[in-house]
């Protein structure tokens, strides 16, 4: 049995990509949401109407942040800000990540 506080790796990488999706939906409350993402290459994501996160589960590339790129590597946190252009590029093979979406529409607002 796969408790809905407790989602493994294995069961991620199994979950079906629904119908013109590019992620699985693994669990979803409130605002947030979790997804298991592959970005394939070229990574054809566009801006997104909420904050997220990605937690990096296996692989390597470098990460596209409105004008900034980062090396990426597992283990690695990746935030991008509601409705910023962002994309994984040359991502080594099995590159894998989860995805939490979160917040309102068009993003938190900082604090201060």
Same mark, same amino acid.
């Not at 909420?50 to 589960?57: F, K, L, M, T």
């Not at 090396?71 to 994984?88: C, E, I, S, Y």
């Given at each position: 049995?796969?408790?809905?506080?407790?989602?493994?790796?294995?069961?991620?990488? #199994?979950?079906? *990509?629904?119908?013109?999706?590019?992620?699985?939906?693994?669990?979803?409350?409130?605002?947030?949401? *979790?997804?298991?993402?592959?970005?394939?290459?070229?990574?054809?994501? !566009?801006?997104?109407?909420?904050d997220e996160v990605y937690i990096v589960a296996a692989?390597?590339?470098?990460?596209?942040?409105?004008?900034?790129?980062? !090396?990426?590597?597992?283990?690695?946190? *990746?935030?991008?800000?509601?409705?910023?252009?962002?994309?994984?590029?040359?991502?080594?093979?099995?590159? #894998?990540?989860?995805?939490?979406?979160?917040?309102?529409?068009?993003?938190?607002?900082?604090?201060?």
């Amino acid at each position: 049995m796969n408790p809905k506080f407790h989602i493994s790796r294995a069961s991620a990488e #199994a979950a079906p *990509l629904p119908p013109g999706r590019r992620s699985a939906e693994l669990l979803r409350h409130g605002s947030m949401t *979790l997804r298991w993402y592959a970005p394939p290459n070229p990574d054809p994501q !566009t801006p997104h109407e909420q904050d997220e996160v990605y937690i990096v589960a296996a692989g390597s590339g470098t990460f596209l942040c409105g004008t900034e790129r980062a !090396t990426f590597g597992p283990g690695d946190a *990746l935030f991008v800000p509601a409705n910023v252009v962002h994309r994984f590029e040359d991502c080594a093979p099995g590159t #894998a990540v989860w995805v939490v979406f979160y917040g309102p529409e068009g993003g938190e607002r900082a604090a201060g």
